[in-house]
């Protein structure tokens, strides 16, 4: 069973266009991170909400924490080349340190 | 400075035989944590350590994995008798332990690939 549930799980746009990523859980969590990966490498952190309703904005790149903590997404403006990857949403549940990951969003962004 | 260190960075290893990973957090950063990815996956929690002691092994499937962290920095996980499943890349991150805007920001290293054949 995923505990967090991402879609979709491959997305392929065109360079310029925006995109949203999900992540959605019927658990709270205290926090949850973004990271983004590239083949043969390990998960680069993104970003860290923990506030239910938190936005955050990274460049190009908005983050949101849903109101009740369970869910998140990811929104890309004018998406670039660079931005191909695999979109990982983490959760840390109430009184644990593990993170609990979704499957992944693998981006592919044609220039 | 340095990020987390992962050696070797590729393992190749018979079905039976016996492995161990190294981890090398960075600096200063009393938490160290290692997950299992499988192609397509997510990464998926082992074990999580606070200094030299295992604050949470719920993660490891069996007996087979056992991870140690002997001086509170360098970490090995040792898997016994490997088995074709066991099939993955192992991540290492570490994290500070308290306090800051984000204590629970973990930061990864690249990874070992193990392959059992």
């Known amino acids: 069973t995923q505990l967090l549930e991402q879609s979709p799980q491959f997305l392929s746009i065109q360079e310029g266009e925006n995109l949203t990523v999900y992540c959605n859980s019927s658990s709270v969590f205290s926090s949850l991170q973004w990271y983004r990966q590239e083949p043969g490498e390990g998960p680069v952190l993104l970003v860290t909400v923990v506030t239910g309703g938190e936005v955050k904005k990274l460049k190009r790149l908005t983050f949101q924490f849903g109101d009740a903590r369970k869910d998140s997404s990811l929104h890309i403006t004018a998406a670039q080349p660079g931005d191909t990857g695999l979109y990982l949403c983490a959760g840390a549940r109430t009184g644990r340190r593990a993170l609990t990951f979704g499957s992944g969003t693998r981006l592919q962004v044609q220039p | 400075g340095a990020g987390v260190s992962q050696t070797p960075s590729n393992k190749v290893t018979e079905k039976g035989k016996y492995v161990e990973l190294r981890c090398d957090p960075i600096s200063g950063h009393t938490a160290l944590y290692w997950y299992r990815q499988s192609l397509g996956q997510g990464p998926e929690f082992l074990i999580y350590?606070?200094?030299?002691?295992?604050?949470?092994d719920s993660g490891l499937p069996n007996d087979r994995f056992f991870a140690v962290r002997p001086e509170g920095s360098v970490s090995t996980l040792k898997i016994q008798r490997t088995e074709r499943g066991d099939s993955a890349v192992y991540l290492c991150?570490?994290?500070?332990?308290?306090?800051?805007?984000?204590?629970?920001?973990?930061?990864f290293g690249p990874g070992t690939r193990l392959t059992v054949t």
């Open positions: 350590f606070q200094g030299t002691g295992a604050a949470d």
């Open positions: 991150a570490s994290s500070l332990s308290a306090g800051g805007a984000s204590p629970y920001e973990q930061y």
